[in-house]
């Protein structure tokens, strides 16, 4: 399971460090990191504050113009 937990966040990381091309598996995987992170928020108000970078914000909106 953590093989897979952080083969999201690698694909993710290397997608944005132009190491990978952004596809649809990136996107695929930051849906999951994106699912991961509102349920992480849901523990208490300790990870409220909690965001992506900016940089993976950008990405998400570039998927949302995608999907558009």
Sequence with gaps: MIGTESEHYR?????????????EQTFASLAILTERLERLKKFGKAFEGVRFSSAVEKLRKQNSAVAV
């Design 11 to 23: 694909i993710v990381r290397e997608s944005l460090s132009s190491r990978r091309t952004v596809d």
